[in-house]
């Protein structure tokens, strides 16, 4: 079926390099993207196999991290990259996956209030509290992207560009893997970059 649009959102550790039901599987690129189903932030319930026939990106992200700072209040950059991708019909889910107490868990409201402050224009959020569905993408960094094919097939993870800073000036002479992946498969061709390192905070999961 097809994803409405939900509610638009969306560290002190640095990693460089919802209740949840979910299968438990390896994220391995050309391999069938793991099954997954998520409470999202306006109370909606999303499951990854209901979007077959779309192109799928899942962003994992915490507001409070200065790499999402970077690509989010400081740039634009992710918020842009989402627009860019809703309007051709891709579904772009945030995932949170801190955990209650930790830093960058929000509830629902927030989470939607902080995309409307950041003119983020996300398909949903999916509040991963329990961690279940980061753990089973192998999830290690905000921000951390994983994009699949309308098959269900997983054609790329790894960061959101090239140059691994916190930095906003090094946005303009990264190479910007994500969108260089979403044109290579809109154009029906294979992903320069289908795995690279993912930099940023790491995740602060439950344990």
Excluded at 15 to 35: E, I, Q, S, W
Excluded at 36 to 62: C, H, I, M, P, Y
């Amino acid at each position: 079926m097809a994803i409405k649009k939900f509610a638009k959102i969306i560290c002190a550790g640095v990693a460089l390099g919802l209740a949840a039901t979910v299968a438990v599987a390896d994220p391995v690129v050309g391999k069938a993207a793991p099954a997954f189903s998520g409470k999202t932030a306006d109370g909606s319930q999303v499951d990854l196999a209901s979007l077959r026939g779309k192109t799928v990106v899942l962003e994992w992200t915490n507001h409070e991290c200065p790499y999402v700072v970077k690509h989010y209040e400081k740039s634009g950059n992710i918020p842009k990259l989402q627009k860019e991708a809703t309007e051709d019909g891709i579904v772009w889910l945030q995932v949170i996956s801190s955990a209650p107490g930790k830093q960058g868990h929000v509830d629902g409201a927030t989470a939607v209030k902080l995309n409307e402050n950041r003119g983020a224009q996300p398909s949903g959020v999916i509040l991963d509290s329990d961690g279940a569905i980061g753990k089973l993408y192998a999830a290690q960094t905000s921000p951390h992207l994983f994009i699949i094919n309308p098959q269900g097939v997983l054609e790329y993870k790894g960061g959101i560009d090239s140059i691994k800073s916190a930095k906003e000036d090094d946005i303009a002479k990264a190479t910007n893997y994500v969108r260089e992946a979403l044109d290579a498969l809109a154009e029906g061709k294979k992903v320069p970059h289908p795995s690279t390192a993912p930099y940023g905070c790491s995740i602060k999961y439950a344990s």
